[in-house]
């Protein structure tokens, strides 16, 4: 009898232990996906939802009773008497093909060549990824002393005069040299984490077939790293639209180097204090941005459904 009043307490304690323990699990679990959601909410869908709506709209940023609805007028004026608009989409086109082709190749071919397990592959791995940790406003000034139009390396180099960050027609491909410098080391990194995870009888296999090193990466290698490629892909795209930093502490995004991210802050926090009107430009950057996203994620959920 004792034995079966013990069991009895014993079962009861148990089942309020895995109570306690289930109704603590369910509040972490709440807790770890809502303070993320709200987070996300507050951050990032409701300053969206806001510039959408302020888009339509003209604002000076002062008093809420002074938006005035507009309609589509701010669109209108952007594509049609916005003098800066189609400079800025054409140099962050500029900057998109250029960030493809030159420090992307150049990463690869680095990560390729930095894969082999050459010596002292650790000492130009850092090298390479050192400015990737350093701010783009860092990097400028830093590339400032090859620019200088008095003491730059590449003036007293060269025997001339020129002002690389402030001649309209060359200071778009200073800062684009500049940004190679940085961007390059972060594909590298990118790059060489897929070559150590590819599966090396691959390579052995195609050795035995024959194949030389050129013909067995672009062949076998570089098609077995596709996740890498879109990544690389979705990264150059979200680089090209949000470069900023760099060609604001140069001049503000003027005189030749005019970019959407620029022109959103030249009207939200410049001398204009057009809220309205720069909302409608983040809108713009937005949905170019979301043609990408979206191309990125057909792509990944029909080689999940494959």
């Known amino acids: 009898m004792a034995i079966a009043t013990t069991k009895r307490r ?19 679990v709440i807790a770890m996906v809502g303070v993320p959601t709200l987070l996300v909410i507050w951050l990032v869908w409701l300053p969206a939802l806001a510039s959408v709506a302020l888009s339509f709209t003209r604002w000076n940023g002062f008093r809420l009773s ?20 189609w400079p800025a989409i054409q140099n962050n086109l500029i900057w998109l093909v250029f960030l ?34 350093l701010s783009m406003a860092l990097v400028g000034f830093i590339w400032q002393l090859f620019y200088s139009t008095d003491q730059g390396l590449l003036n007293a180099v ?15 491909w ?23 995870g590819v599966d090396a009888s691959l390579r052995e296999a195609a050795a035995v077939d024959g194949a030389g090193e050129v013909k067995t990466f672009f062949h076998i290698i570089l098609p077995v790293m596709r996740p890498i490629n879109m990544v690389v ?32 802050a030249q009207n939200v926090v410049g001398e ?31 080689e999940e459904r494959r």
């Not at 014993?10 to 972490?28: A, P």
């Not at 979705?234 to 502490?249: G, H, P």
Request: proline share 3%.
């Open 174 to 196: 200073s800062v684009l040299g500049a940004t190679s410098w940085r961007h390059t080391g972060y594909i590298m990194l990118i790059y060489l984490a897929g070559l150590k």
């Open 233 to 264: 892909l979705v990264i150059v795209v979200i680089e090209s639209l949000r470069a900023f930093d760099l060609v604001w502490i140069i001049n503000k995004g003027r005189n030749g180097l005019e970019l959407i991210g620029a022109l959103v």
């Open 100 to 133: 493809f082709v030159l420090p992307t190749i150049g990463g690869i071919l680095i990560a390729v060549v930095l894969d082999r397990e050459m010596r002292g592959s650790r000492f130009y791995q850092t090298a390479f990824y050192l400015p990737v940790v």
């Open 10 to 28: 014993s079962k009861g304690s148990t089942r309020r232990v895995e109570k306690r323990q289930s109704t603590r699990d369910r509040l972490v």
């Open 158 to 172: 060269l025997g001339t005069n020129i002002d690389w960050y402030g001649d309209p027609d060359i200071n778009l």
């Open 272 to 302: 204009a204090t057009r809220f309205g009107f720069g909302s409608a430009l983040a809108v713009i950057m937005m949905l170019i941005s979301t043609v990408f996203i979206v191309i990125y994620l057909r792509i990944v959920f029909r």
């Open 66 to 85: 002074g938006i005035e609805w507009v309609g589509t007028q701010n669109y209108k004026d952007i594509v049609s008497i916005y003098p800066p608009f």
